[in-house]
């Protein structure tokens, strides 16, 4: 089967690669370099926590999250690339002795013991994180939450890809999928045709418009996250921390990650002095230790955000061979194992292996 993927964001690279290991000829196609676009601009937290397992959009987070240390492992051995898998566990502060008491209650209930949910008390606290402010009086631990380098995850799976066969080709921005008789025949790029017999649109914002002939509209919006780092050598914290204002994600390579804002601003790119000054604030009072750190970078990037907040997955409505996957919002570097295996089931054998009935394409566009 011959598929072409447009897109080069982790959605996008992880899928062509577990297409091209499922036997297909796939062409990935990405308009800047793979990674260019959200991807790179994440934290690469595995954020698990009130994901139970009660629903299909947690079942997909929970089998996803069960696949990185295989995925990280995998790489490795593909490509040699480390995606600093850390598997050190998050800290939740908790302000108030009834916070402290509820965490205690929903450690107790947590049905997933793997993800080694424990409530802390100021002591415990103070014993393993010594930095965080005096006023932190207690905590919830999620020792299965972990982290990954995102820029590393996303080039490792691009040149996996590529030594599974796939052809990449960079810096061709797609303009129009080709349908003719009601079936996608492949796209249009720069001008030139690329040939396929299914079309998988991993693009982060309206995908629609690539289907414009059809008028299908799905209505993906982007939702920019602005982000800092700052030098973290030496190291003052060994867990991510993750405050309602802030989170701290401490990465082997050096930075410490402070992120993110949520704002709706379309593809406004621009990092802005208020979004970094209420993230530092937010992460001084948290860690005053990290008020002498050198700011190392600052950057943008823009989530791919559907009305529901869900992902969008599986056949586009009316265009045999067209398919799209995409909207993964706050969690797509924690989604992207699970979604390129469902995806390439999908495609090679007509079964996505799972409940995807929440995801479809037509809860937004007819065909
Ligand atoms: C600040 C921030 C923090 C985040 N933190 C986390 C986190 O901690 N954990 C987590 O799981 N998720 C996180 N996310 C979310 C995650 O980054 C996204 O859900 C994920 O990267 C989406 O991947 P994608 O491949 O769909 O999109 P993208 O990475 O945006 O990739 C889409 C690609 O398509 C290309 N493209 C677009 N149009 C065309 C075209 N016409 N032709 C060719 N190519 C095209 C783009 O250049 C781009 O490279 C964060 C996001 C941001 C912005």
Not at 15 to 20: D, F, G, I, M, V
Not at 99 to 116: C, N, Q, T
Not at 150 to 169: E, T
């Amino acid at each position: 089967m011959k598929i072409v993927v447009v897109g080069g964001g982790i959605i996008g690279c992880a899928t062509a690669y577990a297409l091209a290991r499922a036997g297909c000829a796939v062409t990935l196609l990405e308009r800047a370099t793979p990674g260019a676009e959200a991807s790179g601009a994440a934290a690469g937290m595995l954020t698990l926590l009130g994901e139970s397992g009660q629903s299909p959009f947690e079942n997909l987070a929970i089998a996803s999250w069960r696949l990185y240390p295989k995925v990280a492992e995998e790489l490795r051995e593909q490509t040699g690339i480390d995606v600093e898998h850390v598997t050190r566990g998050t800290i939740y502060p908790l302000f108030t002795a009834e916070d402290v008491l509820h965490a205690e209650a929903r450690a107790a209930r947590h049905p997933a013991k793997d993800f080694g949910i424990e409530a802390w008390d100021a002591g415990q606290v103070r014993d393993r994180e010594p930095a965080l402010a005096s006023r932190v009086r207690g905590a919830m631990f999620v020792r299965g939450e972990h982290w990954v380098n995102n820029q590393r995850l996303v080039v490792a799976y691009a040149q996996a890809a590529v030594a599974a066969g796939v052809v990449l080709r960079a810096g061709l921005s797609v303009s129009r999928v080709v349908v003719e008789d009601g079936r996608a025949r492949g796209v249009v790029a720069d001008g030139e045709r690329v040939d396929g017999d299914v079309v998988l649109l991993a693009v982060e914002a309206q995908p629609g418009q690539l289907v414009a002939s059809f008028r299908a509209r799905l209505p993906v919006e982007p939702r920019r996250g602005q982000m800092l780092a700052l030098t973290h050598v030496p190291p003052i914290l060994r867990h991510c921390v993750h405050a309602e204002s802030v989170y701290l994600v401490p990465r082997p390579s050096g930075e410490l990650l402070v992120g993110a804002t949520v704002e709706r601003v379309g593809f406004q790119g621009a990092v802005t002095a208020k979004a970094i000054a209420g993230l530092l604030r937010a992460a001084i009072e948290l860690v005053p230790a990290l008020g002498d750190l050198p700011i190392s970078r600052t950057w943008y990037g823009f989530r791919p955000w559907a009305p529901d907040s869900l992902p969008v997955l599986g056949p586009w409505p009316g265009v045999e061979g067209l398919w799209v996957a995409t909207a993964h919002f706050r969690s797509g570097i924690l989604l992207a194992p699970i979604t390129a295996r469902l995806m390439t089931s999908w495609i090679t054998a007509g079964k996505p292996g799972m409940d995807v009935r929440d995801f479809l394409p037509d809860r937004f566009v007819r065909g």
